[in-house]
C-alpha cells in the first residue's frame, strides 16, 4: 500500500464521524429543529459504546450502544424544547454540557484502558481492485453505515412521502399542523434520529479512530458537524464533500507535525477550527442562498392551539 | 400519558421568582439519586456537597474568588442573550483577556508602577472584546453564524495560550515548567478583606452586576437591547441597528470575559499556564440563565455554581469520589432551569388518558 | 348519496350547540347551522366573530368543547383533517396551508393518499385545474407564485378529494376583483354538480350575489339565520356588528395645500428572495389629501413603507422628500423629527413588541422624537416612567383603548385596541405626514371606523396622509386620491371620484393609462 492510500485511509476515518453527525443533524435540521447537543450525544455515544465492548467483547454491541445512547440523550432534548417548548439554543449548549459530564462520569474508570478495535468487512473481489479496493471495500462498518445512511436520507427526504412530510414541517410546522401532519411527533422522530446518528458517530472514535476512552475525545467534532450542515446548504451528499474536506484538514495537521514542518503544533491543531470558520464565512457571505435553503421554520417553537 | 400547555394570558410573576428554586431542588433530588447510585449515602453526600463549604470563613473567600469569574461573565452574557446574540465563547475571550492583561507583568516584568494594576485591568478588557470582535464582525458583516464562530475561536484561544506558555513567555527560571513567571507584587489584585484570599474580582463582579442592573432596568439603552431580544424588527422600527447592538453586546461581554480573565490571573493564579479555566465560560451560560438573564439574580446564580465547585472538590476528599459530578450537576441544573421556565408562560396540564385516541374511530 | 330513507332535502352537515372555549372564553357557544346539498351557504360574520374557529372544527384541527356535528344523518367525531377529508370534507385556509420551499405537485400530494406517485398527482392537479379554469403549472415552487395563484393550489388540493363540501375562508380578501369574479364562476360550477359550499366572509356585497342562505355570528354566538338576497346591506351589517356602525364622515375635506410627501423616481431592490422590487414610482401627498394606494397583497406594499418611513433607506438622499427635504439615506428617526409619523401593518413584532407593556410600546415609537419629555439623564438616556406612562394613558383615553389594567403588555389588547392605540401614539403627536399601511386589517368594525374617522380628521387639520391599504371599502371611505400598486410599479393618481372598482381592478392587474399599451400585453 503506498503512502498516497495510506494517508486517504486515515482521512476517511477521520472523516467518517463528522459525516455521521452531520447527517443526522441535517435530517433534525430539515424538521426546523436546531438541536446545539451533537458533541454531547457524540461523547455519550463514544462513552457508552466503548463501555458496552469493554464489558461484553463485542463491538457491535458497542456500535448498538452507541446508537441507543444517542438516542435516548437525544430525547432529553425533545421533550425540553418540542413538549415544553424551552429555548432550542440554551437546550442544546444544556446537553452538551450534560453530556460531557455524564460520559466524563461513566467514563472514568475506563481511562486507559486499550479497546477493541473494530474489525474490517472485507468484500470478495472488490476489495482486489487497485487503489479504490483497499479505500472503500477494505473498511469498517460504520463506514460503510455512514455512505448508506447518506445515500438512504437523500432517498428519503427527495423520494418519499415521509421525507416530503418531514420537509414541510421543516418549512411551515403550522401550514403541516392544518393539514393533520402531527408536527411534534415528526420533529421527535427527527431529532431522535439526529441522536442516533450522533451516537455512532461517537461509536466510531471510541471503537475505529482511537479505540480507547478518553474525556471529552470528541474535541470539538461535534461543532464542527454543526458547520458541515450550514456548509452543505442542508443537502445530504455535501455532506460527504464537506466531511471529507474536514477530514483532509485534520489529516495534514497530522502530517505535518510528524514530518516536523517548522510550524509550532498547536497553530497546526488549531487548522480544522480556523477552517471551519472560514468555510462558515464563505457559505454565509451569500445571504439570498442561505436565505433560500436554510429550512424556514429552524428553531421556532411551536404549540398547537387545541 | 400526554402533556399539554395552555399559554396564560400575562406571565406568572410567581413562577418567575419561584422557577429557579424549583430547578434547584430537582437538581438536588437528581443530585442525591446520583450519590446513591455511587453507593454514598446521599444525605451526607449532598451535606458535604453544598452545605460544608459555607461553614468556614477561608472557604467563602474561596466561594468569592470562583464566584467572581462566573458573575463578571455571565453579567456579560446575559446583554447578548437578551439582544439575541449567541456568544457561547465566552471562555476564549476569559483567555484572551488573561494573556493581554499578562504582557506587563509577563514580558514587562522590570516595569513596577502603581499603574501596572490598572493597566492590566484595561488591557484584559480590551483583550477580550477585541477576541469577542471576531464573531461580531463575522455576524454583523457577513451574516455568519456567532454561536458555531465564537466556540469553534475557544479551541484557537486554548490552543494560543498553550502555545505561549510553552515556548516565548516561559519562565527562564522555571524548569522548564510549562508556566510564566510569578506576577510581581505590584501585579497582583490585592484581597479585598484581611480575613481571606477574595481578592477584588469579586468587587468587580458586584460592580459590572449593578452597573448592567442599572442600564437595563432604567436607561433607553436597556430598552433598546430588549426590543432588539424580541424583534428585530420592532427595533428596527424604533430606529434601532441590530448591527449596532451585535458589536455593542459582543464587545461588552467580551470584556466583561477578559476582565474576568485577567483579574483570575492576577488575583488568584498569579502566572500563566496551559489551563487556567475550568471551564468558566461554560459554566458562566448556566449561570446566565438560572439568574435569568437578571443580573441581581446572576449574582446569586454565580454563588450557586461557585459552590458546586467547592463542593466537588470537598467530597472528592471526603467520599474519595473524583470531581466529575461537578459537571453533571451543572449540567442538570441548565436542564431543570430551562424546563421550570416553561411554568412563567404556560399551564402545564398531564393528560392520563388521551381522550382523543379512544375515540379516534369513531367515523369510521 | 344520503343514508336511505330521508327526505331528499335532508342537510349534508349539522351542526348542533356546537362549542368551543379556550380557557374560560368561548370563542364558539352553542352554535346551530346545517348546510344542504347543492348550495353556497355563507358564513357572516366580524374578525373575532367565531367564523375561524368554527370551521377549523369542521375540519378536525380543532376539537370542540361540547356539541355535536352530523354527517349525512349520522352523528361523527372528526379529530384530524384527514378524517374530514375521508368524510367528503375540504378546506380552502385563509391564511394559506401551503409550503414555500416545495414545488406545486409536493403541496398536493400531503394531503393526498400515499399511495400516489407524486407524477401522477401532478397530472391530475394540471387537468383538474385547467377544467376548472384555474391553470397550474406542477413544477413550478410556490415561493414564485402570486397570491392568486396560491389560492388556486389551495382550492385544487381540495377539489382532487373530490369533496361533497368545500370550505372557503374569506378567499375574495386576496383577490382583484376580476380573480373574484373567476372564483365565482368556478363555485356556481361545484354547486352545478351538487356540492355544496361553505363561504365564510365578512364582504356582504359578495355574500348577496352567490349566496342562497347565510348564517351570521357574533361573539362566538349565532345571531341570524337568512336569505341574503332578501336582506339589505344594512340589515345584514347590524346582524353581523349588533349596531348600526359610525358612519365614516369624509365631508369638509380642506383644499389642497403644499406639497408635504413626495416620491421621485423610486426605485429599490428587493432584500429578500421573496420580496418584490420597488419600480420608479413617483407619488405626491399635499397637506389636506388622504392618498389611498390599492393593490393586491404582496404587490410591494410593505417594500414601499419600509422606503418612505426609512426602516430601509434608500441610496439616493432626494427621490423621497418630507417637507420639500430630500431624505431618501436618512433613518426613520430622522425622519419622525421631520414631523412624519408610521404605522406599519403587522401588530406584532413590528409596530409593537407583544410582550412589553403599553407604555413601552410608546417609548419604542417615540424615543427620539419626544427625546425631551420621555428622557432624562443626559447621556445616561434614563426612560422618564412617570411622563411616557401619563402620555400612555392619554392615548388610550383619546381612542378609546379597552385594556384590563393600568398598562397591560400589548399582546394582552385584542387587534383591534392594539391598532387604536398604535394610530392613536401617531396622532397624539400630530405628525404633519402619516404613513399608514393596512389601517385596519383584522380590525373589528367599531374600531376600523373609529381609525378611518382619525385619519380623515387628521387629513382634514392639514396634515398629508398616505394609506396603503387591500381593502377597497376603506380606500372609498377615506381616500381624497387613489393609486394602485402592481408588482412594484405604481399607477397614476387619481382623484377618488374618478375611479370605479372596475376600473381599479384594471390597475391592480397592471393596465396602467399612462403606458398602457406594454403593460396590457404583459398581464395576459
Known sequence: MGIFEAILLTVITAATPLVLAAIGELVTERSGVLNLGVEGMMVMGAACAFIATQQTGSPYVGILAGIASGALFSLLFGFLTLTLVANQVATGLALTILGLGVSGMIGESYVGQSGIKLPQIVFPILSDIPFLGPLLFRQDLIFYLSIALVAGVHWFLFRSRAGLKLRSVGDSHSSAHALGINVIRTRYLAVMFGGACAGLAGAQLSLVYTPQWAENMSAGRGWIALALVVFASWRPWRIVAGGYLFGAVSISQLYAQAFGIGIPSQFLSALPYLATIVVLILISHNRRMTLINTPAALGKAFVPDR | ?364 | MSAEGEPANSPLLAVGQLTKLFGTFAACDGINLDIRPGEIHALLGENGAGKSTLVKMLFGVLAPTSGEIIWQGQAVRINSPSTARKLGIGMVFQHFSLFEALTVAENIALSMNPGVSLSRIAKEASDLSHAYGLPLDPNAHVADLSVGERQRIEIVRALLQNPKLIILDEPTSVLTPQEADRLFETLNKLKAEGRSVLYISHRLEEVQRICDRATVLRHGKVTGACDPRKETPSSLARMMVGSDVAHVSAEGTSAKGAVKLEARHLSASARTPFAVSLKNICLKVHAGEVLAIAGVAGNGQGELFDALSGEYPVANDDVILIADKPVGTRGINARRLMGAGFVPEERHGHAAVSALSLSDNLVLARSQSDRRAFLGGGVLGLIRQDAVKMAAKRISEAMDVRKSGENPPAGSLSGGNLQKFIVGRELDRQPTVLIVNQPTWGVDAGAASRIRQALVDLAKSGSAVLVISQDLDEIFEVATEIAVISEGRLSDIYPASDLSREKIGLLMGGMYGKTGTAETAHAH
Open chain 2, 1 to 364: 400519558m400526554r402533556i399539554e400547555l395552555e399559554r396564560r394570558p400575562d406571565v406568572s410573576k410567581l413562577f418567575s421568582i419561584l422557577s429557579p428554586f424549583i430547578a434547584l431542588g430537582l437538581t438536588l433530588v437528581f443530585g442525591g439519586i446520583m450519590f446513591m447510585l455511587l453507593g454514598k449515602d446521599p444525605l451526607s453526600a449532598l451535606y458535604s456537597f453544598f452545605i460544608e463549604p459555607l461553614t468556614e470563613v477561608w472557604s467563602l473567600h474561596e466561594l468569592a474568588i470562583k464566584a467572581a469569574p462566573l458573575i463578571l461573565i455571565a453579567v456579560g452574557l446575559s446583554v447578548c442573550y437578551r439582544s439575541n446574540n449567541w456568544n457561547i465563547g465566552a471562555e476564549g475571550q476569559f483567555i484572551m483577556g488573561a494573556i493581554a492583561g499578562s504582557i506587563l507583568p509577563v514580558v514587562f516584568y522590570e516595569w513596577q508602577s502603581p499603574l501596572v494594576l490598572p493597566l492590566m485591568m484595561l488591557l484584559g478588557m480590551m483583550g477580550g472584546a477585541l477576541f469577542a470582535a471576531i464573531p461580531a464582525f463575522l455576524k454583523a458583516h457577513l451574516n455568519t453564524n456567532e454561536i458555531l464562530t465564537s466556540l469553534m475561536l475557544v479551541y484557537v484561544a486554548q490552543l494560543f495560550l498553550d502555545w505561549l506558555v510553552r515556548g516565548a513567555w516561559r519562565n527562564p527560571g522555571g524548569m522548564n515548567f510549562p508556566e510564566t513567571r510569578t506576577f510581581d507584587a505590584t501585579a497582583i489584585l490585592p484581597e479585598m478583606i484581611a480575613s481571606g484570599r477574595a481578592h477584588w474580582g469579586f468587587g468587580f463582579a458586584i460592580l459590572a452586576a449593578i452597573l448592567i442592573w442599572f442600564m437595563m432596568r432604567y436607561t433607553l439603552k436597556g430598552f433598546e437591547i430588549t426590543v432588539l431580544g424580541q424583534s428585530e424588527r420592532a427595533g428596527r422600527f424604533a430606529g434601532f441597528s441590530s448591527r449596532k447592538m451585535i458589536w455593542f453586546s459582543m464587545l461588552l461581554s467580551g470584556a466583561l470575559a477578559g476582565l474576568a480573565g485577567i483579574a483570575e490571573v492576577s488575583g488568584a493564579i498569579q502566572q500563566l499556564r496551559p489551563v487556567i479555566s475550568p471551564g468558566y465560560g461554560f459554566t458562566a451560560i448556566i449561570v446566565a440563565f438560572l439568574g435569568r438573564l437578571n443580573p441581581l439574580g446572576i449574582v446569586v446564580a454565580g454563588l450557586v455554581l461557585a459552590l458546586t465547585y467547592l463542593g466537588g472538590e470537598a467530597v472528592q476528599v471526603s467520599l474519595q469520589i473524583s470531581d466529575k459530578p461537578i459537571r453533571v450537576f451543572q449540567g442538570l441544573l441548565l436542564f431543570f432551569v430551562l424546563s421550570c421556565d416553561t411554568l412563567i408562560h404556560y399551564k402545564i396540564r398531564m393528560m392520563w388518558f388521551d381522550l382523543t385516541d379512544t375515540t379516534a374511530d369513531g367515523v369510521r
